[in-house]
């Protein structure tokens, strides 16, 4: 099972700020498929990334994914109030499929 | 378009079963498989499996085996996730979730979501 661990925990940031994500597996993510997902309170997650770098549908371009093999990041170039919120990697090349712990971006 | 909806919230004794539902409309059921993650109190979201919706034939993740089935019932296009023997440990938010077609492969991100079925094990 592939183990994906994201820091930080949290990030404090002030609206407008760069956020960057980092998510690290266990072993290589096969054909780059890794994901992210953004949960706010009460919700069910969002999909913003696919295929490390590719946006879903109606995902603003201040959401950037990169990354190969082990090491993936998710850049929100600058953010806007509701960016505020728990962000998930997910990998999709190898069963079982896996999700990291999280990282929570805060208010500052 | 594209929706999945859940059952309500269910409160239940240690040991007893609970069997939670996932109605969708919009599309083609038997297109796409169905996934089942769970997310406790303030933590994580964890993959429990999926179930061909095709065949029928479920896949657990580990730790997911034995106490909890996928089943389906196609005339309704509903997917199920039953648990059986409960305990305090299985207090979650339950949610199906839909893999997203991309240029015409079907891949294991969820882009639809149900709202999710909060579990309750509490004696």
Same mark, same amino acid.
């Given at each position: ?108 | ?19 939670? +539902?996932?109605? %969708? @409309?919009?599309? !083609? ?41 996928? +089943?389906?019932? %196609? @005339?309704?296009? !509903? ?45």
């Amino acid at each position: 099972e592939i183990v994906l661990t994201q820091s930080p925990a949290t990030l404090s940031l002030s609206p407008g700020e760069r956020a960057t994500l980092s998510c690290r597996a266990s072993q290589s993510v096969s054909f780059s498929f890794l994901a992210w997902y953004q949960q706010k309170p009460g919700q069910a997650p969002r999909l913003l990334i696919y295929g490390t770098s590719s946006r879903a549908t109606g995902i603003p371009d201040r959401f950037s994914g990169s990354g190969s093999g082990t090491d993936f990041t998710l850049t929100i170039s600058r953010l806007e109030p509701e960016d505020f919120a728990v962000y998930y990697c997910q990998q999709y090349g190898s069963s079982p499929r896996t999700f990291g712990q999280g990282t929570k971006v805060e208010i500052k | 378009q594209v929706q999945l909806v859940q059952s309500g919230s269910e409160l239940r004794k240690p040991g007893a079963s609970v069997k939670v +539902s996932c109605k %969708t @409309s919009g599309y !083609t059921f038997t297109q796409y498989g169905m996934n089942w993650v769970r997310q406790a109190p303030g933590q994580g979201l964890e993959w429990m499996g999926w179930i061909n919706t095709n065949t029928g034939n479920p896949t657990y993740a580990q730790g997911f085996t034995g106490r909890f089935v996928f +089943s389906l019932d %196609t @005339s309704v296009s !509903t997917a199920y996730l039953q648990i059986s023997s409960l305990k305090a440990e299985d207090t979650a938010v339950y949610y199906c979730a839909r893999p997203t077609l991309v240029r015409g492969v079907i891949i294991d991100v969820f882009d639809i979501w149900g709202q999710g079925t909060m579990v309750a094990v509490s004696s």
